[in-house]
């Protein structure tokens, strides 16, 4: 069975940091573009980070609200995505979800269609 699971969110103050982990099972991520989505309540759902399959360079991408304060990477020993969430700011507080693409890109954006989706894990900042 093809599962995303999303974990580490939490309650962090202002400046604080966190690492979302997206773990893969009954797939092998290595190859696929992973993309880090949040949707904050009322609101739609945002691209916040993608990262290329191993073929594809593990190119990462991101939204121009999150660039320099994230960083996306990749362990291919543990099929896990990680999003490591710094400088984080109230206007961060959403729910961030984990998706998976199974195509092998050279470059990867939030438009692109994602084939299997995380339960997602809440994130809240607030002091």
């Known amino acids: 069975q093809l599962q995303l699971v999303e974990s580490g969110g939490g309650l962090v103050q202002p400046g604080g940091s966190l690492r979302l982990s997206c773990a893969g099972s009954g797939i092998t991520l290595d190859a696929y573009t992973i993309g880090w989505f949040r949707q904050a309540p009322g609101k739609e759902r945002e691209g916040v980070a993608c990262?290329?399959?191993?073929?594809?360079?593990?190119?990462?991408n991101y939204a121009n609200s999150v660039k320099g304060r994230f960083i996306i990477s990749r362990d291919y020993t543990k099929n896990t995505v990680y999003l490591q969430l710094r400088n984080l700011q109230p206007e961060d507080t959403a729910v961030y979800y984990c998706a998976v693409r199974e195509k092998m890109d050279s470059l990867c954006e939030a438009a692109l269609s994602y084939d299997y989706w995380g339960q997602g894990t809440q994130v809240t900042v607030q002091g």
């Open positions: 990262v290329t399959g191993r073929g594809g360079g593990a190119r990462p």
